[in-house]
């Protein structure tokens, strides 16, 4: 692996991840908070690949580690988790895949000699279903981690009054 290339990805991640964040007008002293972690949570992704890992598999660990990364910045910084996790994980979203995916859909339209219309189709329903199923899994890996960690469960929720007295009626 050529750590050179692999840490200024890595800085690269960290400033996609800054530009979605001032972009969703997130508090200032969050953002270096942010810069790690879309910084690590890249590096996560792009280490598990270079590990023959595949790309929904390392955007899961990306996105995973982000999530577990924005809870304790959550408390470190009085924010809630996703003011952390999502622009941190937005770079990581595969938007080569669906441009890919969405060419090939062009392409299907147009006249296509019947020798190459099944290659083209079935690339296009490969990039398809690469974009869905690593969409899946960062929003799966930055969820989970808030899920698992609730204080509280769906009973122990104290429901507003005017729903409660709906409920007893």
Do not use: C
């Amino acid at each position: 692996m050529d750590w050179l290339a692999f840490f200024e990805k890595w800085i690269w991640l960290g400033f996609a991840a800054v530009g979605f964040a001032i972009l969703f007008n997130v508090p200032k002293r969050t953002l270096w908070v942010i810069f790690l972690m879309g910084a690590l949570g890249g590096a996560a992704k792009l280490l598990t690949l270079s590990l023959g890992g595949g790309i929904i598999l390392g955007s899961f660990a990306g996105a995973l580690l982000v999530g577990f990364l924005s809870i304790g910045a959550a408390h470190f910084k009085h924010s809630p988790p996703f003011v952390f996790a999502i622009p941190a994980v937005i770079p990581m979203v595969p938007g080569a895949f669906a441009y890919r995916m969405m060419l090939g859909i062009i392409r299907l339209t147009e006249q296509v000699d019947p020798n190459s219309f099944n290659q083209l189709l079935d690339d296009t329903v490969t990039n398809g279903l690469k974009a869905f199923f690593v969409l899946m899994a960062l929003s799966v890996g930055v969820s989970a981690p808030m899920l698992l960690t609730r204080r509280e469960s769906a009973k122990e929720m104290k429901v507003p009054l005017k729903i409660n007295e709906l409920i007893k009626k």
